[in-house]
């Protein structure tokens, strides 16, 4: 039994440690999905900037700039998307996880349940046992003082 309460032990801080790696994988796809959402809203503030200094007119040299650093954030934006997938992807497999490391804790606790119950039931029967030794022996005492008494 001391071994099962061990492998529980260890299975517990498998399960903790499990617990916080998904806890850490959350709040990485937390921060990656903020600055993807700052890069969209600075992409938006740009282009509105620009539409409203292009409708006032602009060199061609201008516009070339304009449509090169648009097309970097565009890729900027893209690259950040896919550290935001791949975030998201990590937080499910850490779940996955945990959920396996928390079935393997509740299996070794119902296995204890288990055993101990056994464990009772087998106590209870031997006392059961020993209570109907002790009374067969106190009726068979009884019965031969009853008939030594007897003439």
């Known amino acids: 039994m001391q071994a099962l309460h061990l492998l529980l032990?260890?299975?517990e801080a498998e399960r903790d440690l499990s617990l916080r790696h998904l806890q850490q994988a959350e709040d990485e796809a937390r921060r990656a999905q903020s600055q993807a959402e700052l890069l969209l809203n600075y992409r938006d503030e740009y282009r509105q900037r620009w539409?409203?200094?292009f409708a006032r007119g602009g060199s061609v040299p201008l516009v070339q700039c304009y449509q090169g650093f648009a097309a970097?954030?565009?890729?900027?934006i893209a690259e950040q998307q896919r550290q935001v997938q791949a975030t998201r992807a990590q937080v499910e497999q850490r779940r996955a996880v945990l959920a396996a490391q928390q079935v393997r804790v509740a299996s070794v606790r119902k296995l204890i349940e288990r055993r101990a119950s056994n464990a009772r039931l087998r106590a209870e029967r031997r006392e059961h046992?020993?209570?109907?030794?002790?009374?067969?022996r106190a009726h068979r005492l009884e019965q031969m003082r009853v008939?030594?008494?007897?003439p």
């Open 72 to 76: 970097r954030l565009d890729l900027a």
């Open 51 to 53: 539409s409203a200094q």
């Open 147 to 150: 008939a030594a008494a007897a």
């Open 9 to 11: 032990e260890r299975e």
């Open 129 to 136: 046992k020993v209570g109907d030794e002790i009374a067969a």
